[in-house]
Nanobody
């Protein structure tokens, strides 16, 4: 099992910045992916950014150039630096960890942290 503790959400004015953190504990495989998804009211959950244990990252087109994902593997922590925030970034942000073993995937989710952007 993997437990995820998120922090860093909040209320921010458009154009501002926030940094989300997610600390993972428990059984984390050496091959894994850590990332962030978000879900706005009335919309499906969508990928924001993810990074594999070997350093490959990918981003949603909507956040490219504005968000940066990073990891501290020693601390099993993933970060999401969000800059130039827009109203449409308002959502609940969920941390996600995927343990990878061959073709097996174990998916874990955090409780979510609210990000609200106001103009």
């Amino acid at each position: 099992q993997v437990q995820l503790v998120e922090s860093g959400g909040g209320l921010v004015q458009a154009g501002g910045s926030l940094r989300l953190s997610c600390a993972a504990s428990g059984t984390i495989f050496s091959m894994n992916a850590m990332g962030w998804y978000r879900q706005a009211p009335g919309k499906q959950r969508e990928l924001v950014a993810s990074m594999s244990s070997d350093g490959f990252s990918n981003y949603a087109d909507s956040v490219k150039g504005r968000c940066t994902i990073s990891r501290d593997n020693a601390k099993n922590t993933v970060y999401l630096q969000m800059n130039s925030l827009k109203f449409e970034d308002t959502a609940v942000y969920y941390c996600n960890v995927v343990n990878i073993w061959g073709v097996t995937r174990q998916n874990y989710w955090g409780q979510g942290t609210q990000v609200t952007v106001f103009s």
